[in-house]
């Protein structure tokens, strides 16, 4: 159920990497994709998680959680509430790892190695489905950032204007079938995207998968101007960066997920305001990428995090409505093979309001 994500070069001064499925394809972190980031002193500072720090100091309790990719200003606010230690204020000794194209959150949580993940509604929808009793608690985007790139000469108004033209993608991305589905896409040149721009480069006229928060940047930065169709903008309700637990844990530890949940919220409030102090310490577990890059990603994303709704409902906002809708746009595409109960799929009931 993880979604992979692929290196990708533009022409041979730059290494990019980008996302696959609903996840941003980041740079990988120099110590590599299983360092384990705790907080049980300031600052992440390592201790004995689970222990009393200090005299008078209450006992923290152990939480772990995996990053659907590698450290990135997409997972901002969970790096916020670490560094500002709201998880420890919290009572939880917190540790973060980072994901990766060995890493998946799904099967660490699945199989009681993590405690927490980071993935999407529609993937914990498709995990319920094969036996997989994930939980999503916090969606950290109210829509995917995703976007389809075309070149900034080309004409294109709308996904109807997708028809006759080459896009790469990989196969089976599940926005691409909805967008095929919905707008009759059935002219289009299909050809399989692995990892490296070069081939949308060179190729005028086609559009190639990515993130609004990553590829534009990359490409502006080697002078190559680009536009972009967003994928929320056709239809596709999908919550992303959604924080996730097991049904077994939920029962077993729930003063740990409300603590966990209302700290990250905490955190992602940070983090629109001060990302610029947070994403330094974001790049010391990944080395490889430009803080430059995380202030980008970090503005592009405001509008995907704070909105109308979480404005008045608070970060992290989901209701059964959306999720219901989510679960029938997988069933008219084939991505379900049958309805279920998507009160199962999602509590929100431990995300603090608005203030």
């Known amino acids: 159920m993880k979604r992979?994500?692929?290196?990708?070069?533009?022409?041979?001064?730059v290494l990019l990497l980008v996302a696959a499925g609903c996840s941003a394809a980041k740079n990988e972190p120099a110590s590599g994709a299983d360092a384990i980031t705790e907080q049980a002193g300031d600052n992440g500072s390592n201790a004995g998680s689970g222990e009393a720090a200090g005299d008078g100091?209450?006992?923290?309790q152990k939480a772990h959680l995996v990053e659907g990719w590698y450290a990135k200003g997409e997972d901002g606010g969970y790096f916020a509430a670490l560094q500002q230690n709201y998880y420890k204020d919290a009572g939880i000794a917190m540790k973060i790892q980072p994901g990766g194209p060995q890493v998946s959150g799904l099967q660490l949580v699945a199989s009681g190695q993590a405690d927490f993940g980071i993935s999407y509604a529609d993937d914990i929808l498709r995990a319920r489905e094969q036996g997989i009793p994930v939980v999503g608690l916090l969606a950290g985007f109210q829509y995917t950032p995703q976007v389809l790139i075309y070149h900034a000469e080309d004409k294109i108004g709308g996904f109807e204007d997708l028809r006759g033209r080459s896009v790469f993608i990989q196969p089976g991305v599940l926005y691409w079938e909805y967008i095929k589905h919905k707008y009759k896409l059935t002219d289009v040149n299909e050809m399989n995207y692995n990892g490296q721009l070069v081939n949308f480069l060179k190729?005028?006229?086609?559009?190639?998968?990515g993130y609004i928060t990553n590829e534009p940047y990359a490409l502006g930065e080697q002078g190559v101007k680009v536009n972009v169709l967003k994928i929320a903008d056709s239809g596709y309700a999908n919550y992303c960066d959604v924080l996730f637990t097991t049904e077994d844990y939920l029962?077993?530890?729930?003063?740990?997920v409300k603590a966990v949940v209302q700290a990250s919220q905490k955190g992602w409030a940070y983090y629109l305001d001060h990302y610029k102090t947070v994403n330094p310490f974001i790049q010391t577990y990944n080395k490889d990428m430009a803080v430059e890059a995380m202030d980008y990603e970090a503005e592009q994303e405001k509008p995907f995090i704070l909105n109308d709704e979480t404005k008045t409902s608070g970060i992290g906002y989901m209701t059964a409505d959306r999720w219901s809708l989510i679960?029938?746009?997988?069933l008219e595409i084939g991505g379900l093979k049958a309805k279920q109960d998507v009160s199962k799929a999602f509590d929100a009931s431990f995300l603090e309001a608005a203030q």
């Open 251 to 256: 029962k077993k530890h729930p003063d740990i």
């Open 4 to 13: 992979n994500r692929t290196p990708m070069t533009v022409g041979i001064a």
């Open 327 to 330: 679960q029938d746009q997988l």
């Open 203 to 209: 190729t005028k006229g086609a559009l190639n998968q």
């Open 57 to 60: 100091a209450k006992e923290l």
